[in-house]
């Protein structure tokens, strides 16, 4: 992984002048109100090293079943490492088709934040509005929510997104209730 790294830190460094800056980001993966912090009670029920956190105001549409929800936003500044919208596929692995940062995950960004030494995976997107090689702001829109990968495809299990934090420093996943510490402070 220190490979790795060295590759998006020099990479990061050079082309960080393109940098926006979003004055007025109060932090937080969605802006205010479009999302909720998920019940601390049921980490232990849930994903240990990701934290699923609960979208409002989504809209169905009625013939895709794709669901389109809040902006979700970067909380950090960093290197987009991965990023796809061309997920095609159902509520099982055998109806996933093609694209997508996998076939559970669905479309997704991978951003990695040199500053902090962290690697974030926002899954289950709508679609991305960012691309591989670009350099994000904190606060800056990655896309939209959605219901992509056969994880959240299936009936009950939208309207999230699925967040998993890489401590690069630490070489170890973030587990949830750090997650919501570092998402919700």
């Not at 974030?120 to 800056?140: E, N, R």
């Amino acid at each position: 992984m220190p490979k790795y790294e060295s590759l998006f830190n020099g990479l990061f460094r050079g082309l960080s002048h393109k940098r926006k800056v979003f004055d007025g980001y109060a932090g937080g993966v969605t802006l205010p109100g479009h999302s909720s912090k998920p019940n601390e009670r049921q980490y232990d029920y849930s994903h240990t090293f990701a934290l699923d956190i609960f979208l409002k105001d989504v809209v169905i549409n009625s013939r895709s079943g794709l669901e389109k929800g809040p902006e979700i936003l970067s909380l950090s500044d960093g290197l987009v490492i991965a990023a796809d919208s061309t997920w095609k596929g159902g509520a099982t692995l055998e109806t996933y088709r093609s694209g997508g940062i996998t076939p559970k995950a669905g479309n997704g960004v991978i951003v990695y934040s040199p500053e902090e030494r962290k690697f974030f995976l926002y899954f289950h997107l709508h679609d991305a509005s960012v691309a591989k090689g670009d350099i994000v702001s904190k606060g800056q829109p990655l896309g939209f929510g959605g219901n992509t990968g056969t994880n959240a495809r299936k009936p009950g299990h939208g309207e999230h997104l699925h967040l998993e934090i890489y401590d690069a420093a630490a070489r170890m996943f973030m587990i949830n209730s750090d997650i919501a510490r570092f998402v919700f402070q």
